[in-house]
C-alpha cells in the first residue's frame, strides 16, 4: 500500500539541540515538500525538492535545512538556529510534471515536535 | 499578507443539510484551486480541485464553485454528514506544480447527528 511515512509522531528535544525528521514515500513521486503548521494557522512552506539532489527554500526556511539523495526520503533537520521550533511538521509529495501541471499532495501524517 | 483566507474559523452544520465553506484570495496569478480535509493528529488528504477555465467541478457530494471576478471560491457539502466533521484548507498555486499552493488557515466544520 502507497503512501508516506514520517518518524517518529511524537519528538521532545531540548533547546539548543539539532533533530532531524523523518519522512519516506514509496509512491514514486519525484517532488515532496516539508510544511508546518502552528494552532489555528496553515500550513507553510519549509523546503521542496522536485528531484534527487535539488531542493529549494519555501517560504520559512529560516533554521532549517533538507537533503535529497534518494528519491525516497527527504529528511528535515530543525536546527538550534530555528528560534520557534515547536510546531506540527507534515511530509508530502506529489507527482512533478514538467509542463508545470498542477497534482494534489499527498500528505503523512506528521511528526509533533516540542523543544523546551 | 495572506494570499488566501478563510474568515470562518468554524462551521457547525446539521447532519443531511448543505454545509458551505468559503475561501477568498488575493493573487490574480492563481489559477489552480484545492481543498483538503484533515482529521486531528492525520496530515491532510486531497478532497477536490478546480481549474480557472471552469466554474465548477463536483465530486459526489462535493461541490466546489470558482468565481474568478470576486476571487472566491466555495466548497458545498450535500448532505453533510457526522464523517465529514475536520478541518478544511483552501489552497491556491499559480501555474506550477501545486506543491507550492499557499494554504489558508482552515475551517474546523463540526456536523451535529
Known amino acids: 500500500d502507497g503512501g508516506i511515512t514520517q518518524s517518529p509522531k511524537y519528538l521532545f528535544r531540548k533547546e539548543g539541540q539539532n533533530v532531524t525528521l523523518s519522512c519516506e514515500q514509496n509512491l514514486n513521486h519525484d517532488a515532496m515538500y516539508w510544511y508546518r503548521q502552528d494552532p489555528g494557522q496553515g500550513l507553510r512552506l519549509i523546503y521542496y525538492?522536485?528531484?534527487?539532489?535539488?531542493?529549494q527554500k519555501g517560504d520559512i526556511a529560516e533554521g532549517y535545512s533538507v537533503s535529497r539523495e534518494k528519491k525516497e526520503s527527504f529528511p528535515l533537520t530543525v536546527t538550534s538556529a530555528q528560534k520557534n521550533p515547536t510546531a506540527f511538521y507534515l511530509c508530502?509529495?506529489?507527482?512533478?510534471?514538467?509542463?508545470?501541471?498542477?497534482?494534489?499532495?499527498?500528505f503523512g501524517n506528521g511528526t509533533r515536535l516540542t523543544v523546551t | 499578507d495572506q494570499q488566501v483566507k478563510q474568515n470562518s474559523p468554524s462551521l457547525s452544520v446539521q447532519e443531511g443539510r448543505i454545509s458551505i465553506l468559503n475561501c477568498d484570495y488575493t493573487?490574480?496569478?492563481?489559477?489552480?484551486f484545492l481543498w483538503y480535509k484533515k482529521y486531528p493528529a492525520e496530515g491532510p488528504t486531497f478532497l477536490i480541485s478546480i481549474s480557472s477555465i471552469k466554474d465548477k467541478n463536483e465530486d459526489g457530494r462535493f461541490t466546489v464553485f470558482l468565481n474568478k471576478s470576486a476571487k472566491h471560491l466555495s466548497l458545498h457539502i450535500v448532505p453533510s454528514q457526522p464523517g465529514d466533521s475536520a478541518v478544511y484548507f483552501c489552497a491556491a498555486s499559480g501555474n506550477t506544480n501545486a506543491g507550492k499552493s499557499t494554504f489558508g488557515d482552515g475551517t474546523t466544520l463540526t456536523v451535529k447527528p
Open positions: 493573487n490574480s496569478m492563481f489559477d489552480y
Open positions: 525538492s522536485q528531484i534527487v539532489n535539488d531542493f
Open positions: 508530502a509529495s506529489s507527482i512533478a510534471n514538467p509542463w508545470g501541471l498542477n497534482s494534489p499532495l499527498h
